[in-house]
């Protein structure tokens, strides 16, 4: 089955500098790749996604960049503010068929201000 | 307003009392999951839901039952929760090709 390593488990940065994520994955099939951001004492939430038709996507002060090659993708938050602090989840999957999400372990990311 | 609702948010037991965990979603959402959040082991897959009446186990199916006899609901099954069963485990839910909202969560203690 799929397996996904996300790097580093905790990050520390500050407010206004750039926080980079990323994530290794092992079923060359995936082709679906989000991102959820999660709050203490809330459920994850999409931030961003990408397909496997794409190298990159950005939505404001965030980017995911996908390498289909070397099965790897990241996650860039620039200009980063203490509300970006939270729990970042990676996951890969392979959109429309039975096989659903394979998570990452988590980056605690604390923006210090 | 669109979500996944779980109940109960918290819950402490003891080994062996049966337990449910709701969850309902509001979406038509064909596709439903559950998950338990363990610290450093992010997210793992307990059971999900391509539709009514069909199920499939995920990763870690062990310990718990499920069902989906309406679209939108699908209840968590703990016949003898154990204390290796405390965690937090949460519910999503999405259409097929989509990606998957979860709902706020659910803490429960097996003492």
């Known amino acids: 089955g799929e397996n996904v390593e996300q790097h580093p488990s905790t990050l520390s940065v500050q407010e206004g500098d750039s926080a980079v994520i990323k994530c290794t994955y092992s079923?060359?099939?995936?082709?679906?790749f989000p991102w959820y951001k999660q709050e203490l004492g809330k459920g994850p939430q999409l931030i961003i996604d990408?397909?496997?038709?794409?190298g990159e996507k950005k939505d404001q002060r965030i980017a995911v960049t996908l390498n289909k090659t070397a099965k790897h993708f990241s996650l860039h938050i620039t200009e980063t503010q203490p509300e970006d602090s939270a729990v970042y989840f990676c996951?890969?999957?392979?959109?429309?068929?039975?096989?659903?999400?394979?998570f990452g372990s988590g980056t605690q990311l604390t923006v210090l201000p | 307003e669109a979500q996944v609702t779980q109940n109960p948010r918290y819950l402490i037991t003891v080994t062996g009392k049966k337990l449910t965990v709701t969850c309902s979603q509001n979406?038509?959402?064909?596709?439903m999951s559950w998950y338990r959040q363990d610290p450093g082991l992010g997210l793992r897959q307990i059971y999900y839901?391509?539709?009514?009446?069909?199920?499939d186990k995920g990763d870690v199916p062990e310990g718990y039952k499920v069902s989906r006899k309406e679209k939108r609901n699908f209840p968590l099954i703990l016949e003898s929760p154990s204390p290796n069963q405390t965690s937090l485990y949460f519910c999503?839910?999405?259409?097929?090709?989509?990606?998957?909202?979860f709902g706020p969560g659910t803490r429960l203690t097996v003492l």
């Open positions: 999503a839910s999405s259409f097929l090709t989509d990606t998957q909202y």
């Open positions: 079923d060359s099939a995936s082709n679906y």
């Open positions: 990408i397909r496997s038709n794409v």
């Open positions: 996951a890969a999957s392979m959109i429309g068929s039975a096989r659903q999400l394979t």
């Open positions: 979406m038509n959402h064909e596709y």
């Open positions: 839901s391509m539709n009514v009446e069909v199920t």
